[in-house]
């Protein structure tokens, strides 16, 4: 469950779904209107890095927030349109901040 208790604490209002194959978030995201996808950098297979920029290809108006302990990754994921970059363990109060800079901002509570 890692992040999702303070993602949901922040978000109270949100559908939230989640993903344990990047293949099923793509096509999730190819049948619905995704306002904001969390993902993590290592993700097997495919990077989430990759996995960005195929949400964005489906719908560049999607925001992309980054969870990751990889502090490495910080330059590369700033080049696929993310709208941001939080390290783990996040806080309700790091979420929030990235959530006030989104490209893309929806409203929520």
């Known amino acids: 469950r890692g992040s999702l208790p303070v993602i949901e604490e922040v978000l109270p209002d949100a559908n939230i779904f989640g ?22 950098i290592e993700l097997g297979a495919i990077n989430g890095l990759d996995l ?6 489906i719908n560049p108006q999607t925001n992309i927030i980054f969870l990751t302990a990889y502090i490495d990754y910080s330059f590369q994921a700033w080049s696929t349109g993310a ?8 806080t ?18």
């Open 19 to 40: 993903f344990t194959k990047p293949s099923e978030a793509v096509d999730f995201a190819k049948k619905n209107k995704v306002s904001l996808a969390f993902l993590d």
């Open 92 to 109: 309700a109060e790091n979420l929030k901040a990235q959530l006030k800079n989104l490209r893309f901002p929806f409203e929520y509570r």
């Open 83 to 90: 709208s941001g970059y939080l390290l783990k363990p996040i």
């Open 52 to 57: 960005c920029k195929k949400f964005l290809e």
